[in-house]
Structure formats: structure tokens, C-alpha cells
């Protein structure tokens, strides 16, 4: 069996000698290819179950068949990533002075897998404001549990998996999830499934907790050696330390601003399927459209977003942001006029292939640009205070919620994409700070 893995680890890597180490200690050597596949199915996993529970499309999508309230919907996407922000923020001190860290990642992917279970069950036996609140309950223990993994993740990588190799591994659990992933919104789109009603959003989120258990197996079989244990600092405590910066650092203030602006774009996708629920007969193959758009969104959008990138962050995040705004104007001048061949399970479709597009543009660039504008000295206080600024707006823009339960979803893409053309235009006054 070993030998059968190092030759499949060596045509995979190119590597004539899967033994051969860079900058991971000398006794994993040997373990490198068992780890390198133990790796790369455990992240697979990870990644089809993150896919079909998705916070921004798959459970919006169960909220509007459990009749829950929008103003739970609008909180969704605020919990889901301000939630697996928090941990690195607290405990990645505590995490980076364990010599052994995969046990760390364990404890997530289980808490992950035992509130998926929650949901499913809240899916198969409740409705309305209870279901609303048992589900954003147990997303904030998913979310959580997925910042603890997040914590540890890089670091057992960085332990286990030469520098040479990362890339491909990531390229390949990127790319064989996305095959899967648009596999599930195939079979969605064209099997018949109106009779078995909400229970189907049950057995898929059992099926996501199901591979998180499978995806803890696989990240299990990893051999991995002790490591440092200094070095690790409280990204909180530097954030509060370091809060001065919004006020000296006037170019540090202004992206903060304009990075919070552009999380309208990041709060729209749930009202966008929201509204796509409502406005199409189609049922469960409508979100199975939903699924392979956004299945097809990063294949088609990260290497032109990258290359621009490189080019100027700023103009990728000013264009980005343009776009989703015009979308969701667009979107609601369809929803007011009954544009019937916009809003039909197609439209949606291209509508929500678009939205993720430009969603993807607006994170790289912004992650760019703040690279770019920092130094070495400036880059850990940057990151840890724009981080925290963000992981507390983020919750507060959750409250757009409010608005669709008094106006409307296609009243809350509206208010978005205001803000979002906001963002783009202030985007551009940002110094450049690309290197072309």
C-alpha cells in the first residue's frame, strides 16, 4: 500500500523522490506522501460539506421553505464569518503553543459535525421563528468550530507537506470538490424532488455532518511531529493595542471604512436567494441552478481577478463592487417590473453566477491591497485591528435582516447596492499601492 501511494504521490508531485524534504522537519520525510493524501481527501471532505451547507445559499434557501423571518436570513452570512474570525482572534495564541495541533482541528471538524446534526434535525421537526432560531443557533457553533480548524489547519500543513507541494495539493481538493460540488447541484436540478419537501435540506445537512466525521478520519491518519511552541501572539490583544492606527494612520482608517462598505456585498447573497425562491416555480432545481453557478463562479472569475490584481487591488476592488451594485439594482428593477425572463430559474441562475464573480473580486482585492499597502512592521497590527473592526460590523450588518421583514428582500439588495456603488466609488480615491 505504501508503495502504491508514493507512486501515485510521486506522479501527482513530479517528485522522483517523495522523500525529498524543504522546510519540514527531517522526520517527516517519510510520512510525507500517507500525509499528502490523508490531507487532500480530509480537505475534500471539508470542502463539499461547507458547500452543501452553505450558509449564503443552501440554508437561505431552507429558511424560505420553513417560512422563517428574514430577519434571521439577514444574519446568516454576519454569523457564519464573523463567527470563524473570533477563534483566531482569541485562542491562536493558546493553539500555537501546543507542540502537536491536529488534535486542535479534531475538536472542530466534530463540533462541526454535531451542529450540522442540529440543523438537520431543526430542518425535519420545526418551522417559522423556532426553526429560525435553533438554525442560527447551531451556525454559530459550526461557525466556531470551523475558526478553531482554521486556527490549526495552516500550521499542520506547514509540518507536514513541503513547500513545493502545497499548491498542488490546494489546487487538487479545490478542484476535485468543485467537481462534486457541481455534481450535487446537477442531481438537484434534474431530479424531481418537490414530494420530499424540507426533508431533502435535512438529509443533506446530515450528509455535510456525515463528511465532516469522515473528513476528521482522514485528518487523523496524519503523522504529524512536534513543533515550536513560541512565537504565537493574541491577535486581540494587538488589535486593541493597536486601535491608535485608525486614528494616525489615515490611509489604514480610509480602507477600513471602505472595506466595510463592501460588506454589502458579502450580506446579499441570501436575499438574492431568497428572492429567487419566490420569483421562480421551479423548486429544489432552481437551487440546483443556484449550485452549479456558484460552483462555476471562482473557476471562471479567480484568474482574471488575479491577474488584475497584480495590476492594482484597488481597481479590483472598485470594479467588483461596481458590479454587484449595478446587479442588485438590476435585480430589483427586474423583481418591481416582473421581468419574467430575468427572474426565471436561469436568470437567477446567470444573476447568482455574476453576484459570485464579483464577490470573489471584492475579497482578493481587498486582501491584495492590504498586503501590498503594509509593511513588515504594519502587516500583523493591519491584519489583527481591520479584522476585528470588521468581525463587529459584520454582526451589525446582520440587522439589514429587519429591513425584509418591513419592506422586502428585493428592498435589502436595493439598500446593498447603494451601499456596495458607494464603496466602489471610494475605492478609487485609495492610494495606489500596486507594483505593476
Same mark, same amino acid.
Given at each position: 500500500?505504501? +508503495?502504491?501511494?508514493?507512486?501515485? %504521490?510521486?506522479?501527482?508531485? !513530479?517528485?522522483?523522490?517523495?522523500?525529498?524534504?524543504?522546510?519540514?522537519?527531517?522526520?517527516?520525510?517519510?510520512?510525507?506522501?500517507?500525509?499528502?493524501?490523508?490531507?487532500?481527501?480530509?480537505?475534500?471532505?471539508? #470542502?463539499?460539506?461547507?458547500?452543501?451547507?452553505?450558509?449564503?445559499?443552501?440554508?437561505?434557501?431552507?429558511?424560505?421553505? @420553513?417560512?422563517?423571518?428574514? =430577519?434571521?436570513? /439577514?444574519?446568516?452570512?454576519? $454569523?457564519?464569518?464573523?463567527?470563524?474570525?473570533?477563534?483566531?482572534?482569541?485562542?491562536?495564541?493558546?493553539?500555537?503553543?501546543?507542540?502537536?495541533?491536529?488534535?486542535?482541528?479534531?475538536?472542530?471538524?466534530?463540533? *462541526?459535525?454535531? +451542529? @450540522? =446534526?442540529?440543523?438537520?434535525?431543526?430542518?425535519?421537526?420545526?418551522?417559522?421563528?423556532?426553526?429560525?432560531?435553533?438554525?442560527?443557533?447551531?451556525?454559530?457553533?459550526?461557525?466556531?468550530?470551523?475558526?478553531?480548524?482554521?486556527?490549526?489547519? #495552516?500550521?499542520?500543513?506547514?509540518?507536514?507537506?513541503? #513547500?513545493?507541494?502545497?499548491? #498542488?495539493?490546494?489546487?487538487?481538493?479545490?478542484?476535485?470538490? !468543485?467537481?462534486?460540488?457541481?455534481?450535487?447541484?446537477?442531481?438537484?436540478?434534474?431530479?424531481?424532488?418537490?414530494?420530499?419537501?424540507?426533508?431533502?435540506?435535512?438529509?443533506?445537512?446530515?450528509?455535510?455532518?456525515?463528511?465532516?466525521?469522515?473528513?476528521?478520519?482522514?485528518?487523523?491518519?496524519?503523522?504529524?511531529?512536534?513543533?515550536?511552541?513560541?512565537?504565537?501572539?493574541?491577535?486581540?490583544?494587538?488589535?486593541?493595542?493597536?486601535?491608535?492606527?485608525?486614528?494616525?494612520?489615515?490611509?489604514?482608517?480610509?480602507?477600513?471604512?471602505?472595506?466595510?462598505?463592501?460588506?454589502? $456585498?458579502?450580506?446579499?447573497?441570501?436575499? %438574492?436567494?431568497?428572492?429567487?425562491?419566490?420569483?421562480?416555480?421551479?423548486?429544489?432545481?432552481?437551487?440546483?441552478?443556484?449550485?452549479?453557478?456558484?460552483?462555476?463562479? *471562482? *473557476?471562471?472569475?479567480?484568474?482574471?481577478?488575479? %491577474?488584475?490584481?497584480?495590476?492594482?487591488?484597488?481597481?479590483?476592488?472598485?470594479?467588483?463592487?461596481?458590479?454587484?451594485?449595478?446587479?442588485?439594482?438590476?435585480?430589483?428593477?427586474?423583481? *418591481?417590473?416582473?421581468?419574467?425572463?430575468?427572474?426565471?430559474?436561469? /436568470?437567477?441562475?446567470?444573476?447568482?453566477? @455574476?453576484?459570485?464573480?464579483?464577490?470573489?473580486?471584492?475579497?482578493? /482585492?481587498?486582501?491584495?491591497?492590504?498586503?501590498?499597502?503594509?509593511?513588515? /512592521?504594519?502587516?500583523?497590527? %493591519?491584519?489583527?485591528?481591520?479584522?476585528?473592526?470588521?468581525?463587529?460590523?459584520?454582526?451589525?450588518?446582520?440587522?439589514?435582516?429587519?429591513?425584509?421583514?418591513?419592506?422586502?428582500?428585493?428592498?435589502?439588495?436595493?439598500?446593498?447596492?447603494?451601499?456596495?456603488?458607494?464603496?466602489?466609488?471610494?475605492?478609487?480615491?485609495?492610494?495606489?499601492?500596486?507594483?505593476?
Amino acid at each position: 500500500m505504501s +508503495s502504491t501511494l508514493e507512486d501515485l %504521490y510521486d506522479r501527482i508531485t !513530479g517528485d522522483e523522490d517523495a522523500r525529498v524534504c524543504k522546510d519540514i522537519p527531517e522526520a517527516a520525510c517519510n510520512d510525507q506522501p500517507c500525509n499528502f493524501f490523508a490531507y487532500l481527501l480530509s480537505n475534500l471532505l471539508s #470542502k463539499v460539506a461547507d458547500e452543501i451547507a452553505s450558509a449564503k445559499l443552501v440554508i437561505p434557501w431552507l429558511f424560505g421553505a @420553513l417560512g422563517v423571518p428574514a =430577519f434571521f436570513t /439577514g444574519f446568516l452570512v454576519p $454569523v457564519r464569518e464573523a463567527g470563524v474570525l473570533l477563534p483566531q482572534l482569541l485562542v491562536a495564541a493558546a493553539v500555537r503553543s501546543m507542540p502537536v495541533r491536529k488534535t486542535v482541528w479534531l475538536l472542530g471538524a466534530v463540533l *462541526s459535525a454535531l +451542529s @450540522l =446534526f442540529g440543523m438537520a434535525w431543526a430542518a425535519a421537526s420545526t418551522q417559522g421563528n423556532t426553526a429560525g432560531l435553533v438554525i442560527v443557533l447551531m451556525l454559530v457553533v459550526f461557525s466556531l468550530a470551523r475558526g478553531i480548524c482554521s486556527v490549526s489547519a #495552516k500550521d499542520v500543513l506547514g509540518k507536514t507537506i513541503s #513547500k513545493s507541494r502545497r499548491g #498542488k495539493l490546494m489546487g487538487w481538493s479545490a478542484s476535485l470538490s !468543485g467537481i462534486f460540488v457541481l455534481g450535487i447541484g446537477l442531481w438537484l436540478g434534474a431530479v424531481d424532488l418537490e414530494g420530499a419537501g424540507t426533508g431533502i435540506f435535512a438529509g443533506l445537512l446530515m450528509a455535510a455532518g456525515i463528511l465532516w466525521i469522515s473528513s476528521a478520519l482522514a485528518f487523523a491518519g496524519i503523522e504529524e511531529q512536534p513543533g515550536a511552541t513560541e512565537g504565537g501572539g493574541n491577535a486581540l490583544s494587538v488589535a486593541v493595542q493597536q486601535l491608535g492606527l485608525l486614528v494616525s494612520d489615515r490611509p489604514f482608517r480610509r480602507f477600513v471604512v471602505i472595506r466595510t462598505l463592501l460588506l454589502s $456585498v458579502a450580506l446579499a447573497p441570501p436575499f %438574492y436567494v431568497l428572492i429567487a425562491q419566490q420569483q421562480t416555480e421551479a423548486g429544489l432545481s432552481g437551487l440546483g441552478l443556484l449550485i452549479v453557478a456558484n460552483g462555476l463562479a *471562482s *473557476s471562471i472569475s479567480s484568474p482574471f481577478w488575479g %491577474y488584475l490584481g497584480d495590476r492594482s487591488s484597488r481597481a479590483v476592488m472598485a470594479l467588483a463592487a461596481a458590479g454587484a451594485g449595478g446587479l442588485a439594482l438590476i435585480t430589483w428593477v427586474a423583481v *418591481s417590473l416582473e421581468w419574467t425572463w430575468m427572474t426565471g430559474s436561469f /436568470g437567477f441562475a446567470a444573476i447568482f453566477l @455574476l453576484l459570485n464573480v464579483m464577490h470573489g473580486g471584492v475579497r482578493l /482585492g481587498r486582501k491584495v491591497y492590504l498586503v501590498d499597502m503594509a509593511t513588515a /512592521g504594519t502587516r500583523a497590527a %493591519y491584519v489583527a485591528v481591520s479584522n476585528t473592526i470588521i468581525g463587529g460590523m459584520m454582526l451589525l450588518g446582520g440587522l439589514v435582516g429587519f429591513i425584509g421583514d418591513w419592506l422586502g428582500a428585493a428592498s435589502i439588495l436595493l439598500f446593498l447596492g447603494v451601499l456596495s456603488l458607494v464603496a466602489a466609488v471610494f475605492a478609487m480615491t485609495l492610494p495606489q499601492v500596486s507594483e505593476p
